[in-house]
């Protein structure tokens, strides 16, 4: 792919950089997705994860049964309640994961050189010369010299948690391998990942269907992060499921592209899918290491291109059992976001880390330092002449909108939306100031009952660059049109002065629909 590369502004002052970071109400423009698990479940920490910038709350099924995600998401709506921060919630499903049960629990060592065998019978009991898989398939689908990965979370180069192993023979339904590095295996379920290899499976399994149709119906999930997404038709089986639940036809599906397949068919699935996960540690395992920063910014191009969020994972390992990034996780997390990355996901850093509020607050703060330094006057430029000419009326009022702020160094964009589209567009030209996306609820009726639409919308926009939502209120006219009509607009602005992103005698964006028109307008706060 053809792109300018997105570089600093120059010159950046060497004396900017000892200078102390300013506070501001919002940490980072850059949304944080945060994995809840036994380290971060209570509502006192998941409060703490939500001040400290978490906007997205990840359950992840591969480990825990509904019961226990259940009670975690309680704890998170009491969260929410107490620090009055919206939080969306996003189901992460299984997928085709191949695994090792682990029944002993006890600690499994494998040491190089060795030899270990890949059995479908699940009856045996797991050892450092027999690990039982949850995959029947597997004889059939690997040769002499495949590589395959075990652990609990896959090869970064430095663990000693996951092992390397080399395929050495087939014997019948067995997979016999050589052990390539020593390790030790801890906990009751280890993931296994052949590398580049096409495994049989369903993307959505039973049990992901099971879980969707219960526990995801029930607290209407606003995300599904579809895991090991490789064809685009993956994207529309899970919508089609999806549609078929009723109240879940509103959610957004993200494709987790962790695989060769899923990479090969990127441009497909791109289009399907509401966003995009690059899930870099699978896929880490899958390309050389020298091609893992192309594929990061190939891949965040087109999803910036194609207006549709991008979220990375794996950006700050070592934060699990430490209370800083190493140097080059710090670089790695500033570079996600001048590439365009709209979200970065912790994983194993909140699920099972030591620091899950030090880990979000880190980041956070190093997402806004790069923000500070994108180059938007060359990005604007260059998303401009990718949607070329002629602009649709929507793209065309979303970019004036933006290059009106910019010009007149407006402090926040306002939009009013009742689908989140408009924000959303006004947002795929990444404004250097926050647009506050005011959700108007639409009355709707099934013939039973009537129901306001616009909480699904607003809290989808917690995962997009530079999107703030709020709910209006259906009451509230959009302009008032009397002395005692409070309109939508004032709400919005007093919403923003509160926050402290508006003050007197600042410049305000505002793109609302008038009638059956779009409008942009500037306006100037008094006193």
């Known amino acids: 792919m053809h792109s300018n590369h997105l570089l600093l502004e120059e010159p950046i002052r060497m004396a900017s950089i000892l200078e102390p970071s300013k506070a501001s109400f919002f940490p980072a423009m850059t949304k944080i997705v945060g994995t809840l698990g036994p380290k971060s479940r209570s509502v006192e920490v998941i409060a703490s994860c939500l001040n400290a910038g978490m906007s997205v709350a990840r359950f992840d099924f591969s480990w ?4 226990y995600h259940q009670e975690t998401l309680e704890n998170l709506k009491a969260a929410v309640k107490s620090t009055k921060k919206l939080c969306a919630v996003m189901l ?3 997928g085709p994961e191949l695994q090792v049960a682990n029944k002993t629990g006890n600690p499994i060592s494998l040491l190089g050189d060795g030899l270990v065998v890949l059995t479908p019978d699940r009856g045996q009991e797991p050892s450092s010369k027999l690990l039982p898989i949850n995959f029947d398939g597997l004889s059939k689908a690997v040769k002499k010299g495949d590589t395959i990965f075990v652990g609990q979370y896959l090869f970064t180069g ?10 050495s023979e087939v014997k019948g339904e067995d997979v016999v391998c050589s052990v390539k590095n020593s390790a030790t295996l801890a906990g009751s379920l280890f993931t296994l990942h052949a590398s580049q290899i096409h495994i049989d499976l369903p993307t959505l399994s039973a049990q992901d269907k099971e879980v969707i149709s219960s526990w995801g119906l029930q607290n209407k999930i606003d995300f599904l992060s579809l895991s090991y997404t490789r064809h685009a038709e993956d994207v529309r089986q899970a919508r089609e499921f999806l549609n078929k639940l009723g109240d879940l036809s509103q959610t957004q599906i993200f494709a987790k592209i962790e695989n060769m397949e899923g990479l090969t068919h990127f441009d497909e699935i791109l289009q399907e899918a509401d966003g995009i996960i690059l899930s870099r540690g699978n896929l880490g395992i899958d390309l050389p290491p020298e091609k893992v920063f192309l594929f990061q910014k190939a891949a965040l191009y087109k999803c910036n291109m194609a207006g549709k969020p991008a979220v990375v ?3 700050v390992d070592s934060m699990t059992d430490n209370l800083r990034p190493t140097r080059a996780e710090a670089t790695d997390v500033a570079n996600a976001v001048l590439d365009g990355s709209d979200a970065i996901l912790l994983g194993a850093e909140t699920l099972r880390g030591l620091y899950p509020v030090d880990t979000i607050s880190t980041v956070g703060r190093i997402c806004a330092e790069a923000e500070k330094v994108f180059n938007q006057d060359l990005y604007f430029k260059k998303t401009v002449k990718y949607v070329g000419e002629p602009m649709t009326h929507l793209e065309s009022i979303a970019s004036s909108a933006v290059r009106a702020a910019i010009k007149v160094k407006a402090s926040v964009i306002i939009c009013f939306t009742s689908s989140g589209r408009a924000a ?7 404004p250097t100031m926050p647009v506050l996306s005011v959700v108007v609820p639409r009355l709707k009726t099934n013939q039973l009952k009537w129901s306001f639409t616009g909480a699904f919308e607003a809290r989808q926009s917690l995962l997009v660059r530079g999107l703030y939502p709020m709910l209006a209120d259906p009451r ?6 009397s002395a005692t009509n409070e309109s939508v607009l004032k709400v919005a602005l007093d919403h923003g002065k509160a926050s402290g992103v508006v003050k007197s005698h600042d410049r305000v964006v505002v793109c609302q629909k008038v009638g059956d028109a779009s409008v942009v307008k500037i306006i100037e706060l008094e006193d």
């Open 92 to 94: 992460d499903t299984v």
């Open 476 to 481: 509230h006219p959009a302009e008032s049109t």
């Open 313 to 315: 994972t794996r950006v």
């Open 158 to 167: 430095s663990e000693t948690t996951s092992v390397w192993l080399e395929v």
């Open 64 to 67: 825990g049964n509904t019961e």
């Open 424 to 430: 959303r567009l006004i947002a795929k030209y990444r």
